[in-house]
Every structure is written in C-alpha cells, then in structure tokens.
C-alpha cells in the first residue's frame, strides 16, 4: 500500500490558463473521488469515479471541469480557463466499495 | 439532506487532559459517519468510522467517538491529548447513496504544553 499519490503539490499559474492534476489511486482501489478545499474549510466533493466510469457529479463542477479515468486506474482533472476563485486545494481520494476513503496529500493551485 | 455542523471551530486543551471535539449530523438515513484528521499541508487521515454497529467506535491513536442516535451527535473524544495531535478534524457524514460525503468545516486543535 504506496498511498494515493498527487502530482504536482503546488501548481502557480496565471488567470486563464489551463491546468491539469494526476492523482494515482492506491492500487486495486476501483472508487476515486476528487475534492476541493479552500482555506478554512472542509473539504468539497467535485466528482467520483468507480472504475473508469465517472458516476456523480457535483454542481460545483463547472463546465470548465473535466475529469478522466481512462484506464480505471490513474486519474486527472483538468481546470480550463483558471479563474481567481479556483484557487484551492484540490484533494484526492481512492477506495474499495464500501471502505472509507484514504486522501493524496493535495495539489495546491494559486491563481496569479 | 445530509449535513454536518462541528460545534467549535477552535478548541484548546493542555496537554494530558481530555479532548472533545463535537458533530452534530443531519440525513434523513442511516448514515456512515466519519472521524478524519488532517495536518498542515497533508491529506486527510481515517481516525474511525461508524456504520451501524457498535454505537461506541475505537479509532487509532486513542480517539474513540460515540453514535447517539437521539441526539443525532458523533462526538470525538481522547482521554489524555498529546502534542501530536494538534491539528484539523473533521467529521464526515454519506450520502444515502454511499458515493458521496459530506464534510464538516473542521475543528483546530491546538494543544498547550
């Protein structure tokens, strides 16, 4: 068990400019959920997926949101066009069905 | 619809007193709950969780929490506090599916040696 692991840690970039984060679930973890948390408080729940299919989607995810998890194992999302009001901790999350979840220690985006 | 409300947004305790940290939940269900800790710049950390068996649940590092049903609370508690456990928790509630969570706003803990 190697732990969920996000890549990068940090991530700076200007307004408008698009960003993409990998999480790497531990392995044999069919579920992955992606959260977001800004400063103060809990974390938020943006998407999950169960294996490849990504089955809920939160209203806080935009349109310019996306999320993949192509191959069931690795995942990513995407933040198009970044906004001042992304900036965050972007949290996550893998487990087995039924298990609670285990959480990556976050990428964290600012906004310029 | 599912919700949490952590009472304290800050408690301080001396070290090798008690901790209380308070959740109070609201679903319309019977829900999963969930103790998590979280240190500066870390993910979050599975301390116990709750799903409808034992009311009183063992979680690591001395932290237990007890499910009350009639006062829709899951309160975390620690008999002795330790400097290492200074940090963020927070108190989770499931969805009625099971996919989702739903997280409080977190209690900081700050312990005084």
Same mark, same amino acid.
């Given at each position: ?5 996000? !890549? ?54 935009? !349109? ?49 | ?6 009472? !304290? ?43 409808? *068996? ?10 237990? *929490? ?48």
């Amino acid at each position: 068990d190697t732990g969920v692991s996000q !890549d990068p840690r940090h991530k700076i970039t200007k307004r408008g400019q698009n960003v993409t984060f990998r999480c790497d679930p531990i392995s044999e973890h069919n579920r992955l959920y992606w959260y977001r948390q800004t400063l103060g408080q809990g974390p938020e729940f943006l998407t999950y997926f169960q294996n490849e299919a990504q089955l809920e989607k939160s209203r806080l995810l935009s !349109d310019r949101f996306s999320a993949e998890r192509p191959k069931g194992s690795f995942s990513t999302l995407e933040i198009q066009r970044t906004e001042q009001g992304d900036s965050a901790m972007y949290l996550c999350a893998s487990s087995r069905t039924g298990q609670p979840q285990h959480f990556g220690d976050g990428t964290r985006l600012s906004i310029l | 619809a599912q919700s949490v409300t952590q009472l !304290d947004s800050h408690v301080s305790v001396s070290e090798g007193t008690p901790v209380l940290l308070r959740c109070n939940y609201s679903s319309s269900y019977s829900p999963s709950l969930f103790w998590y800790v979280q240190h500066p710049n870390k993910g979050l950390q599975l301390l116990l969780k709750y799903t409808s *068996a034992a009311t009183l649940v063992k979680g690591i590092n001395g932290f237990e *929490a007890e499910f009350k049903k009639s006062e829709t609370s899951f309160h975390l508690t620690k008999p002795s506090a330790h400097m290492s456990d200074a940090a963020e928790y927070f108190c989770v509630v499931s969805g009625n599916t099971g996919n989702q969570f739903y997280f409080g706003t977190g209690t900081s803990l700050t312990v005084i040696p």
